[in-house]
């Protein structure tokens, strides 16, 4: 019973920066942890970014130095900044929110980061 809204994308040219934000609704209570993943055509989901219900943030080595991933005052509320960005980071950005205890997991329905070269 939680709800991902994700919101940011859009269209950059190579080099550009933008902004996703990811608002969570719903049940929301306990420990959990919230993160970014991506998806290109034709290809599998990948992680870019999470950071835990500490602050600690880990992301792939593909973004790394160019995102940056942080929650709001509200944790409910996630935040990825991408900067230097390139043809490949193209994808459908998606949310996600892992609560813990037990393990389950919450999308968003994605948002499209189109980035020409």
């Known amino acids: 019973q939680v709800q991902l809204v994700e919101s940011g994308g859009g269209l950059v040219q190579a080099g550009g920066s933008l902004r996703l934000s990811c608002a969570a609704s719903g049940s929301i209570f306990g420990l959990y942890h919230m993160g970014w993943y991506r998806q290109a055509p034709g290809q599998q989901r990948e992680l870019v970014a999470i950071i835990t219900s500490g602050g600690t943030t880990t992301y792939a080595d593909s973004v790394k130095g160019r995102f940056t991933i942080s929650r709001g005052n509200a944790k409910s509320t996630v935040y990825l900044q991408m900067n230097s960005l390139k043809p490949e980071d193209t994808a459908v950005y998606y949310c996600?929110?892992?609560?813990?205890?037990?393990?389950?997991?919450?999308w968003g329905k994605g948002t499209l980061v189109t980035v020409s070269s």
């Open positions: 996600n929110l892992r609560k813990l205890i037990p393990d389950m997991d919450y």
